[in-house]
């Protein structure tokens, strides 16, 4: 590790683990966004083989208006990525001049560890980490039917 104390990186933020996995996570993005649209051309090419009046029409236009906002949400969080790795980008250029004043190592493999963990449980299902607020009421475990006999 003293090699990394002898000169200055001009360009910190491309050895970040952290950085690089923001990358990864934009690349998936895109690349999502991508093989949507490719299903959407191939469904909109179907139903002009089909008849008019067929009844796969709808189940079809169904089907393009879902993956098109499927497409609007992943070019949403594609921009969240890309705005969370240029953030990421500056932070990490004011660690490396920490790490190196301080003379520690860096990328700091623990940070890394934290942000991997914190990035798991953003991904899980949320009725994992909470329960809702109807979690609450008397009613929360019971069928729906029950409910509605017990108003008779």
């Known amino acids: 590790m003293t090699s990394c104390y002898e000169f200055r990186d001009k360009s910190p ?50 089907r393009i208006r879902v993956l098109s906002e499927d497409i609007k949400r992943l070019e ?34 623990e940070v890394f560890q934290k942000y991997m963990v914190a990035k798991k449980l953003n991904n899980s299902p949320i009725y994992t980490i909470n329960k809702s607020d109807n ?3 008397s009613t929360h475990k019971k069928d729906v039917q029950e409910i509605l006999d017990s108003d008779k």
């Open 76 to 109: 949403q969080l594609k921009l969240f990525f890309e705005i969370k790795r240029k953030k990421r980008a500056v932070l990490a250029r004011m660690e490396y001049e920490i790490a190196l004043k301080n003379k520690k190592e860096w990328p700091d493999k």
């Open 135 to 137: 979690s609450r009421s």
């Open 13 to 62: 933020e491309l050895s970040d683990l952290i950085y690089i996995d923001l990358g990864k996570d934009i690349d998936r993005a895109s690349k999502t966004i991508i093989i949507r649209q490719d299903e959407i051309n191939k469904i909109k090419n179907d139903i002009e083989a089909l008849p008019v009046r067929s009844a796969k029409v709808p189940v079809k236009n169904e």
